[in-house]
């Protein structure tokens, strides 16, 4: 069955599309099946794809609310064993919406389930919040990974949510764990970027991926045309880094 | 009595804390009556003031939720017409035990109302979300500083936060409008940035302030010293930005 994955942080601007999408993308081109589901409703995750938003008449939102069943609402990528579940902007009525209904935590993982066996790896793209849909993503995942951005603001938020993890790990979902906590945008110039990479790696030793994320321009170009930056400029920093972590998460995931 | 600007945009890690923090702490310099507001769960805002956030019993929460009067909550900062409404962890409440309340949208606004004598200006941090607490913050405001980072879903974000403060000013605030959009992280170096600075300008001629506010590591540095950028290095091309950026709002209000 698919190891699903949250990539959560409520500190916003941190790299979790970004990530979400390169690595799902580096995933792909590894020969894994892979679902990435924008549950963000800024949909930015869907527009790196080149989905325009305003073309869904359907996404998502619809299949949380349980008007629609995941295979209705997947759509192909440019890559043949990537598929998207998109979002947008109406996602947002779903935390209203769902705030007095049953079971609203658990939508998400039931819209999954009947896909588990789809997919080698699901990715889960969460707004930069800790309300509702991130909880879902929270409880219908097995494992976190963290995008830290290399400044102080994104450390300071670290432990609060390190704490709902636990949360949610005792009261809704006791699969759930920390997957890694990955370093995005290091800039080896900057002598904050290596304060901050130093600090995190001795409070975290065991849960710092080996490979850190650079700042890359290519990583920020990619998004305006559509594609994932394997697809725009494989030879750049940014493409490299995505591809070694996803081979480290691959390795990790055959050794537990 | 004070002019009220909510500085918001729901995408994540703009500079929206960097904006509100430096703006106040600027307009304090210029002899005016200054109150930041932390609406932010994150608690960033307080923290860029030192204050940190579990030495906190009593924040916003209590205000919105009508325990306590704002002045009950103001704590003073090293700038003598700077004031802090402080925030914390325990705001993230608010949104979803708000949802059923009367009046949900109108708790920020009698919040502040007593103390809009008291002050020239209200600055209003915002989370990176469209949801309750922002909307308090629209809905208490009389003006919408957008901070806009010079980066591709930055840009794709602006058209539906544009599309909620038209819809808040038709439906609960007619005084509601938007001051200005203000380009932050520009790097002069990244042609990214020129195509989104020029996009926006000519998309909004008359709303991008003049002063862009300069990618300046010393601007991600202060936080950590628990200060105001203009109070770690004055000298600095961001810190000199956020001065200039107070004199055009200044002469700005005078306008109008
Ligand atoms: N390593 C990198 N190098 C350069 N730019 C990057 C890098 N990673 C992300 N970016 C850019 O930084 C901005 C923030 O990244 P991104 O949108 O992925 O963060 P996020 O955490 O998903 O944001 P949000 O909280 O709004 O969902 C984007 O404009 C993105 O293109
Ligand atoms: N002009 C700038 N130059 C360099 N770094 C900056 C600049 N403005 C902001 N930063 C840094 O970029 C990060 C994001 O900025 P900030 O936290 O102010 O954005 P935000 O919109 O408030 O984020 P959130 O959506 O999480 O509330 C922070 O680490 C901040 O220190
Ligand atoms: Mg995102
Ligand atoms: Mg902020």
Do not use: W
């Amino acid at each position: 069955a698919a190891r699903v994955i949250a990539v959560a942080n409520q500190k916003g601007g941190v790299g979790k599309t970004t990530t979400a999408v390169n690595l799902a993308a580096s995933l792909a081109v590894a020969e894994k099946r892979v679902l990435i589901v924008d549950l963000d409703p800024q949909g930015n995750a869907s527009s790196a794809f080149g989905i325009a938003a305003e073309s869904l008449s359907e996404h998502v939102y619809h299949g949380l609310i349980g008007e629609k069943e995941a295979h209705h609402l997947e759509r192909p990528t440019e890559l043949a064993t990537l598929t998207l579940l998109p979002s947008q902007r109406d996602l947002i009525g779903a935390e209203l919406e769902l705030a007095g209904e049953p079971e609203r935590e658990q939508r998400l993982e039931k819209l999954l389930a009947p896909r588990l066996e789809a997919f080698d790896y699901i990715l889960i793209d969460c707004p930069p919040s800790l309300g509702l849909l991130t909880l879902n993503s929270l409880v219908a995942a097995s494992r976190v990974l963290i995008p830290l951005q290399c400044e102080y603001y994104a450390l300071e938020g670290l432990s609060s949510l390190l704490s709902t993890i636990e949360l949610v790990n005792q009261s809704l979902n006791s699969e759930l764990r920390l997957d890694g906590i990955l370093l995005t945008m290091f800039d080896s110039r900057n002598r904050l970027s290596h304060q901050v990479a130093s600090e995190v790696r001795s409070y975290f030793p065991n849960d710092v991926y080996k490979t850190a994320i650079p700042r890359n321009v290519r990583l920020s170009e990619s998004p305006s045309f559509g594609k994932p930056v394997l697809l725009y400029d494989v030879t750049c920093r940014g493409a490299q880094a995505y591809l070694e972590l996803a081979q480290e998460l691959i390795a990790r995931a055959s050794q537990r």
